[in-house]
């Protein structure tokens, strides 16, 4: 029974936040927001990064919990995916995995965690006002706490483009197949080359 409830909190946590409204799907209506923006936090490896250390790339950044069952470990999947069918350009963008469960998700967690997907994976958390610091700057919503005396935890889906100035290029749905997300990723590249 406790597993139909956290199912049917996530659900119903992703299908309520994609809802929201205001939050945009699109480029041009999420530019608008202005999402996006400092963060610091504690990288996998215990050593304390800000947004300015990855400037100069692409961020990729996906917002989840190492416990996720499914949907986190997909989604991660679907990036280093992406990132593999990029040849020698994947370089050029730097994939962040930021946790939403303090709680849980320690440097030591979140090591091999990263780890598995893609070598270049970066896993930051931290306490949670760093996390909630780093979340509502990209309108990120999440719950982490007690529900029925059980802890557990929800949030949007999204992953977000960030430029190598620091600036917000887009929110790109999480269920995006990892051949479109490459192709969408390329499409960025090629326009700041081109």
């Not at 936040?17 to 936090?41: D, T, W």
């Not at 960030?162 to 290029?169: H, K, N, T």
């Amino acid at each position: 029974m406790a597993i139909l409830r956290i199912i049917g909190f996530c659900w119903i946590t992703a299908m309520g936040f994609m809802a929201l409204p205001g939050i945009a799907l699109g480029a041009e209506e999420s530019a608008e927001l202005k999402l996006g923006g400092p963060f610091e936090l504690i990288d996998h490896n215990g050593r304390r990064v800000t947004d300015q250390d990855y400037l100069g790339k692409y961020m990729l950044i996906y917002f989840g919990y190492t416990y996720c069952p499914d949907i986190c470990p997909t989604s991660l999947v679907r990036m280093a995916g992406a990132l593999n069918l990029m040849d020698e350009r994947e370089n050029t963008i730097q994939p962040i995995f930021v946790s939403v469960d303090s709680r849980r998700d320690t440097p030591e967690r979140m090591a091999p965690y990263v780890k598995a997907f893609h070598p270049r994976l970066v896993g930051l958390s931290g306490d949670s006002d760093a996390i909630s610091v780093a979340a509502e700057s990209f309108w990120v919503q999440y719950f982490a706490g007690m529900i029925e005396g059980e802890y557990m935890v929800g949030h949007t889906g999204y992953f977000y483009l960030v430029g190598p100035d620091g600036s917000f290029i887009e929110k790109i749905p999480d269920a995006i197949a990892a051949d479109k997300l490459a192709d969408k990723l390329l499409h960025y590249l090629d326009q700041s080359t081109g």
